[in-house]
């Protein structure tokens, strides 16, 4: 893989310890570089501004300057720049301002390697992620300030089919495709199949859309 080909990726966290070891992590994967790592929001803003990476992977709480304000200053700085937040907050509060804010996805540190990495990709391609557990507080919480209507979604729902309709609820549950699969008694491949159709027709990049249109429309 040519340097050109990297996803550039700028580690923001003041926990020095889990900070290297993200860095240590992406470094074993030649798919990334890491172009720098910050303890502080502030710096954070500022790297972000000078390298301009593809992602930067966010802590929430730091002193000074927090991951929910550095957010907002890099989306508004450089919208070209992806922000993931990484973070052990489970808080919905959180999880809807950094995202109100500007930031591609919401992650907790309990994450599993794989799916940090698969993450990545995903959030460098410009689609949203945000952790299994933290799918259904979303839902409740656009519930709760009655902003579902944001996510503008036109289809007929009879182009969805039984089985579309089926794994569509446990997505707005926030179950894994692991889970789908296990419940559904179905190979992973064919549940992520049916992901990618019901994406298609709903016009949509990602769980998070899908999940609040399952509440919109009865499927949750």
């Known amino acids: ?104 996805g919401y992650l907790v540190k309990n994450i599993e390697t794989e799916a940090l990495v698969d993450a990545l990709h995903r959030v460098a391609r410009g689609e949203s992620v945000i952790s299994p557990q933290m799918t259904t507080k979303l839902v409740q919480g656009f519930r709760a300030q009655g902003q579902s209507e944001s996510v503008a979604v036109v289809v007929e729902p009879e182009r969805l089919s039984p089985r579309e309709k089926e794994i569509l609820g446990k997505l707005a549950r926030g179950d894994t495709n692991k889970e789908i699969a296990r419940s559904l008694e179905l190979a992973e491949s064919t549940v992520k199949i049916h992901i990618q159709n019901i994406f298609k027709k709903l016009h949509i990049s990602s769980r998070v859309q899908a999940a609040l249109y399952a509440v919109e429309h009865g499927y949750a």
């Open 1 to 104: 893989m040519t340097m050109e080909n990297k996803i550039r990726v700028l580690i923001v966290d003041d926990h020095v310890l889990f900070s290297r070891g993200i860095k240590s992590l992406l470094q074993r994967h030649p798919e990334f570089e890491v172009v720098d790592d910050v303890s502080d929001g502030l710096d954070g803003v500022k790297r972000a501004q000078t390298l301009r990476p593809d992602v930067v992977l966010l802590d929430l709480h730091m002193k000074g300057v927090s991951g929910r304000d550095a957010v907002r200053f890099i989306s508004e700085s450089v919208p070209e720049t992806h922000v993931l937040m990484l973070t052990v907050s489970e808080d919905t509060e959180d999880l809807l301002d950094c995202l109100k804010n500007g930031a591609s």
